[in-house]
Nanobody, 119 residues
Framework: QVQLVESGGGLVQPGGSLRLSCTAS????????MGWFRQAPGKEREFVAA????????FYADSVKGRFTISRDNAKNTVYLQMNSLKPEDTAVYYCRPGHDVGRWYDSWGQGTQVTVSS
C-alpha cells in the first residue's frame, strides 16, 4: 500500500497563494494517476484536481479552474497543487489520492494538510 504525506498548508489571506505537496512512498508512483481532494468542516470530501500518470492530462473542479494547477515530478514521487487567488471557500483539509487512472481511485489517503483562507 502506498504511503502518502501531504504538506504545504497554512493560513493565507484572500487572494494569496499556497503550494501543496504530496510525496508518495514506493517505486510505482509514476504508474499512478494522482488526485487532490478537500473536505471543509461539515461537508463531504470533494474532488479538486487530478493528473494522469505522465502529467499529460489534467482535470479540475469548476470551482478551482483557472486558479489551481496540478503538476507532478515522478523523479521525486511528488504531486503538487499550486493554489492562486485563494478564497475563503477554499478553506479545507486537502488530501491526495492515487489511482489506477483518473477517476479510478484507490482507497488510500494521506493525513491531509489544513488550508485556511482568512483575513
Amino acid at each position: 500500500q502506498v504511503q502518502l504525506v501531504e504538506s504545504g498548508g497554512g493560513l493565507v489571506q484572500p487572494g494569496g497563494s499556497l503550494r501543496l505537496s504530496c510525496t508518495a512512498s514506493g517505486r510505482t508512483f509514476s504508474s499512478y494517476a494522482m488526485g487532490w481532494f478537500r473536505q471543509a468542516p461539515g461537508k463531504e470530501r470533494e474532488f479538486v484536481a487530478a493528473i494522469n500518470w505522465s502529467g499529460s492530462r489534467t482535470f479540475y473542479a469548476d470551482s478551482v479552474k483557472g486558479r489551481f494547477t496540478i503538476s507532478r515530478d515522478n523523479a521525486k514521487n511528488t504531486v503538487y497543487l499550486q493554489m492562486n487567488s485563494l478564497k475563503p471557500e477554499d478553506t479545507a483539509v486537502y488530501y491526495c489520492r492515487p489511482g489506477h487512472d483518473v477517476g479510478r481511485w484507490y482507497d488510500s489517503w494521506g493525513q491531509g494538510t489544513q488550508v485556511t483562507v482568512s483575513s
